[in-house]
Nanobody, 117 residues
């Protein structure tokens, strides 16, 4: 069964930057639209960015202009570059298929992003 592993989270001050990376056990990124999601306690998992195999991207309004999603074919990863981070960006971040286009695969453990001074 395909699985994904997220990495790159950490503690950063407001206004700072982080780069998250998602690796998969199989080469699925050229097949499926992939997304980065985030979740905070008591809230549903939110899709914040996605990228199709053709390179079309989607961003939720709250991260537009600050986050950039990309696919690195050489490393077989989906990356999320996050800039101008705000405390509201604090969450566990996950990558998975973009659920708007198909069923998600098994969820990874995610990576914690904490934005705090």
């Amino acid at each position: 069964q395909v699985h994904v592993v997220e990495s790159g989270g950490g503690l950063v001050q407001p206004g700072g930057s982080l780069r998250l990376s998602c690796a998969a056990s199989e080469s699925i990124f050229s097949i499926y639209a992939m997304g980065w999601y985030r979740q905070t306690p008591g809230k549903q998992r939110e899709l914040v960015a996605s990228i199709t195999p053709g390179g079309n991207t989607y961003y939720v309004d709250s991260v537009k202009g600050r986050f950039t999603i990309s696919r690195d074919s050489a490393k077989n990863t989906i990356d999320l570059e996050m800039g101008s981070l705000k405390p509201d960006d604090t969450a566990v971040y996950y990558c998975n298929r973009d659920r708007r286009f198909g069923a998600t695969i098994r969820w990874g453990q995610g990576t914690q992003v904490t934005v705090s001074s």
